[in-house]
């Protein structure tokens, strides 16, 4: 029973031009998502996020949009750079709680 | 400029034994979590704790056991490890409660594996 859904195992993009990655979650009462990046041999570090009461949050070249209707979200990455290439992970909050859970990642391949 | 610190970063065991993971953070935050990451898995929480002196269980508990007797250290331990135990563990901490608009701060791992 995934909460959280990342359909995407890999994406790859060219150097300059738009990534964007996709999570869609089940559980209406999540109100509160976060992307977090990961590199090989790193821990998770986070991104960006945006809470249910709004439909966009941006952050530098990372923009986070929230269909709530839907039950989507997804990261857009503008423009994209090898630096990027890692695995991207969404994460959900329910009402205040203190766990987040997670989608099983994409990753990205940014090609120069 | 530490943040969260895992020991040890690498460990085989055999079948049966047990082992400790320790967290640590410099950061004086209340909230601490063990993840277990799997191939194709994502992350799952295993336990977390959201003060000194107290622990809960989380999405995959069993098997494992968690104690949080300072603020800044979060053990996890392994009673008898079984090979479903290899993994990759992660601790995270954070300030304030998730829901609140708080971010975890990840540790950078522990690889596991049991034979």
């Known amino acids: 029973d995934q909460q959280v859904k990342q359909n995407s195992p890999s994406l790859s993009v060219q150097e300059g031009r738009i990534s964007i990655l996709n999570c869609d979650y089940t559980?209406?009462?999540?109100?509160?998502f976060l992307w977090y990046k990961k590199y090989p041999a790193e821990g998770p570090t986070f991104l960006i996020s945006?809470?249910?009461?709004?439909d966009k949050n941006e952050d530098g070249r990372f923009t986070v949009f929230l269909n709530k209707s839907a039950k989507h979200l997804s990261l857009h990455i503008v423009p994209s750079q090898p630096g990027d290439s890692a695995v991207y992970f969404c994460?959900?909050?329910?009402?205040?709680?203190?766990?987040?859970?997670f989608g099983k990642g994409t990753k990205l391949t940014v090609n120069p | 400029n530490a943040g969260v610190t895992q020991t040890p970063k690498f460990r085989v065991l055999k079948t049966g034994q047990s082992m400790t993971l320790l967290c640590a953070q410099d950061?004086?935050?209340?909230?601490m979590y063990w993840y277990r990451q799997d191939p194709g898995m994502g992350l799952r929480l295993i336990h977390y704790?959201?003060?000194?002196?107290?622990?809960a269980k989380g999405e995959v508990p069993d098997g494992y056991n968690v104690s949080r007797l300072k603020k800044q250290n979060f053990l996890l331990g392994l009673e008898s490890a079984a090979p479903s135990q290899t993994s990759v563990y992660f601790c995270a901490s954070s300030l304030i409660r998730v829901g609140s608009a708080g971010e975890l701060f990840f540790g950078e791992g522990s690889r596991l594996t049991v034979l």
């Open positions: 950061m004086n935050h209340e909230y």
């Open positions: 559980n209406s009462m999540f109100d509160y």
């Open positions: 704790s959201v003060g000194e002196g107290t622990t």
């Open positions: 945006i809470s249910s009461i709004k």
């Open positions: 994460a959900a909050n329910q009402g205040g709680s203190e766990k987040l859970v």
